[in-house]
């Protein structure tokens, strides 16, 4: 007996260090930059470890842990994101392996799978149900071994390698989803605590096919359908914590705390992720057992990083599409009167102009956010800058698109005609003129048309990120905006040159409400509410009380009809950007107080922080400037303790976050 014992002991010793010689190998491999080979490695070692921990997927063989939990992870990492995904998942399956945790890595979906392989909608969707359902039925029948499966994407690292999911699941015995929720929406789908049972499967299947029915473009969007549709007889079955409860709140970057078990970068340049990635694989691999906190990796290292990384990416964006780099000058009047640079610049591709967006808006904010909320000279003028930049990229367009062009501009946009898709060719004479293109057959007439097709194919997504850097130009413009119940003359012309550019983005979304397919109406939607909201607020500091408050009303108007109501309840609130939602009928109970109304201003004010906080937690920052207005809002009403109140829960946010930029007074 004590001979078997002693053998079996041996056995379990080899296993584990196998593993741990094999995870060493991966992490010598860190030094070469080989993200290909490094992967190759991680999943060698994550199949073994997978082998020693879970079941095959035959329903009669039994669980290697007994009574214990099975908890296995899953992620999705195909070879285009291996750049930083190679670096996540050797961090991820260290902690995998402490915890005796699965780790299912996907590269791609089976061709013979019965789910189709929508990368943009069901590239979490179809592994997990692949995992849990039987591919040879065409009916959901539960053959994996595990207890819960957690999705993870791919873009997420684990911080704290003492964190364990079973301390979750064991908070919500009766919860088969559990997830974070999102500032502006109802959840955060990157993270997914999953109980593998038939409800769960049933809720996957139906929202997996919500995408065929309704066309809509992420999974998030789906999930909002299916889970209003399943809410109100399951609430004890989907569970939705506070945002960075197992995930990010976002941006990291300002909101990062130092208690914060995860790290998602989601909506995030590959560049950045693999900086930070990879110093959390280094951190694991160097300690495993004795790792410094968070893995170094705090809100000031991902801030100062951010700002780093984005600079060095704008730079060669706009070396791209304007030959020279507008970073190198702070006082740049005189570069942005300059017509020539505009007229002479590239029409760069949508995947271009998207990333412009990107970097430009992320570079933007960690600059503020670094000198506490301050915008700089040096930003406030880029983004004017690029602002400009982009009507005229949208009126070149267009004037392609109406056939008013000329020649030297398209002889201009080599770049355009090598982004096109042979896929989307979809005529004849589209065929023909790509051939000749292929061929390099110098045919203006052919160049002329396969542009055009790919401006009217893009325009609206052209469109929409135009109105996007033109609304964060707008945001950043200073205004005298801490307290609109105060008579404002300051920064008029400011607030005149906010109100211009949110006129031409309404023009803007009115187009695009026409040309955009109807799946994608309440996204426009949903920035037509944001803007007609700003519009609103601008017109209130210049007085024009009346104007701003039929902004305000038309705005909550949408957002009502996109499924927004305060009488909704706090768990099923859906259909729109809830922060902003919240923002503007903020916005709009401040101005029943300054006009007196006071029970109604604070009844609003009080349902908003009611839900809010159910959506977000009672000490997110947003909850603060709910606070705060409700503060101001009974000290107008002479009911000074109660606002005293008010401003130390506002306070203590603020403290408790180290906002230091935020005041509650």
Known sequence: MLHYIFL?????????????????????????????????????????????????????????????????????ASQEIDEYAAYSLLSNILYMKKHNYGYLIEESIANNSIFKDDYTYHRKLAPILESLIDSNVSYP??????DYLIWIDADIIILDTNFKIENIINRFPKANLIMSADVSSIANTGFIIIKNNRWSINFLYNWYNERLKTNYINDQNGFEIVYNRFYNA??????????????????????????????????????????????????????????LKQLGIDRNYILNTTQRIYRNILNRKLVTIIGQNSLKFENSKDIIDDINIYSSSKIPTIKLFAELRQVVSKYCYATST????????????????????????????????????NAALIHSLE?????????????????????????????????????????????????????????????????????????????????????NIGMYILSNIDKLLEIVDKSQHHLVLDMKASITSQLGE???????????????????????????????????????????????????????CSKGNYENGINLLEK??????????????????????????????????????????????IAAENFESISCN
């Open 8 to 76: 079996k002991l041996l056995i379990l010793l080899t296993l584990i260090s196998w593993v741990s010689i094999a995870t060493n190998n991966c992490c010598d491999l860190l030094l070469l930059n080989d993200v290909k080979e490094l992967k190759n490695c991680i999943l060698s070692i994550t199949s073994k470890h997978n082998s020693d921990i879970l079941p095959t997927r035959a329903p009669y063989l039994v669980r290697k842990h007994g009574p214990k939990l099975l908890i296995s992870f899953i992620t999705r």
């Open 370 to 405: 670094i000198l506490n909320g301050i915008e700089t000279i040096e930003t406030l003028q880029l983004r004017k800058f690029i602002y400009i930049l982009t009507k005229f990229i949208i009126s070149n367009i267009i004037a392609i698109i109406n056939g008013d062009h």
């Open 538 to 592: 601008f017109s209130l500091l210049l007085n024009k009380h009346d104007e701003g408050i039929d902004y305000l009303l038309t705005s909550l108007q949408v957002y009502n009809n996109l499924g927004l109501s305060l009488d909704s309840d706090s768990n099923a609130i859906s259909g729109g950007d809830l922060r902003n939602y919240f923002a503007t009928v903020t916005l709009y109970a401040t101005t029943q």
């Open 141 to 146: 029948t539960v053959t994996n071994q595990c």
């Open 415 to 499: 770049n355009i005609l090598m982004d096109i898709d042979e896929n989307e060719i979809t005529s004849l004479e589209q065929s023909y003129c790509y051939d000749q293109y292929m061929k390099k057959i110098a045919d203006i007439n052919c160049q002329i048309y396969l542009i055009r097709f790919y401006f009217i194919k893009n325009f609206p997504e052209y469109l929409k990120y135009g109105c996007e850097l033109a609304l964060d130009y707008l945001l950043a413009i200073p205004s005298d905006n801490t307290n609109i119940m105060v008579d404002s003359g300051a920064h008029t012309d400011n607030i005149k040159e906010k109100i």
């Open 608 to 653: 908003v922080i009611s839900l809010e906080s159910n959506h977000v937690g009672n000490m997110h920052i947003n909850i603060a400037a709910k606070y705060k207005q409700l503060g101001r809002c009974l000290l107008l009403n002479n009911n000074i303790e109660l606002a005293r109140m008010y401003f130390a829960k506002c306070n203590q946010i």
């Open 234 to 291: 399951s609430r004890d079955k989907i569970i939705i914590l506070p945002p960075d409860a197992i995930n990010s709140d976002a941006p990291p970057m300002s909101r990062q705390k130092d208690h914060n078990q995860i790290l998602h970068l989601a909506s995030e340049h590959n560049d950045l992720r693999k900086e930070i990635f990879y110093k959390a694989a280094c951190e694991m691999c160097k300690y495993e057992n004795n790792v």
